[in-house]
């Protein structure tokens, strides 16, 4: 009788031990790959992974670092993250190429939800070119 009540609250145990694991998630720093496209004349390119930012506090900064570029060495890309919405949920950031990380505070409206990197030329010309690089929607 003893062994079966024991084998009842290890597995009662484990059940909700597994079920409790998927509400727990720990922020990290993390560098999480990205590449895609900027279209010509500042049209958006978006990364089609979004990332949940689980964090309550602006102050957790997100970060970007764009390895390559199609526009060429050292040239620079206008980043920023948005939501499922299409709407800007951080500031946007000037990244130069191969110039490292970038870090900036997000808006209240980031926090909690699923957001994309997103990104456009900061030049308004015909250029389109693919960029990839490392990001995370939070650092801490």
């Known amino acids: 009788m003893k062994k079966k009540s024991l084998l009842v609250a290890m597995v009662t145990c484990g059940i909700l031990s597994s079920v409790l694991s998927g509400f727990l998630v720990m922020a990290s720093n993390d560098?999480?790959?990205?590449?895609?496209?900027?279209?010509?004349?500042?049209?958006?390119?978006?990364?089609?992974?979004?990332?949940?930012?689980?964090?309550?506090?602006?102050?957790?900064?997100?970060?970007?670092?764009?390895?390559?570029?199609?526009?060429?060495?050292?040239?620079?890309?206008?980043?920023w993250m948005e939501n499922s919405a299409t709407t800007n949920v951080t500031p946007t950031v000037s990244v130069t190429q191969g110039k490292g990380y970038y870090y900036e505070n997000a808006y209240s409206s980031a926090n909690g939800t699923t957001v994309y990197l997103t990104a456009e030329n900061n030049n308004f010309n015909g250029s389109a070119y693919n960029v990839s690089g490392y990001w995370d929607e939070e650092t801490w």
Not at 55 to 64: A, G, L
Not at 68 to 77: F, P
Request: glycine share 10%.
């Open 31 to 79: 560098d999480i790959f990205f590449t895609f496209r900027i279209g010509s004349y500042q049209e958006n390119g978006r990364d089609s992974h979004g990332r949940y930012r689980q964090t309550n506090d602006v102050n957790n900064p997100w970060k970007v670092k764009m390895t390559y570029t199609g526009e060429g060495s050292n040239t620079i890309t206008n980043y």
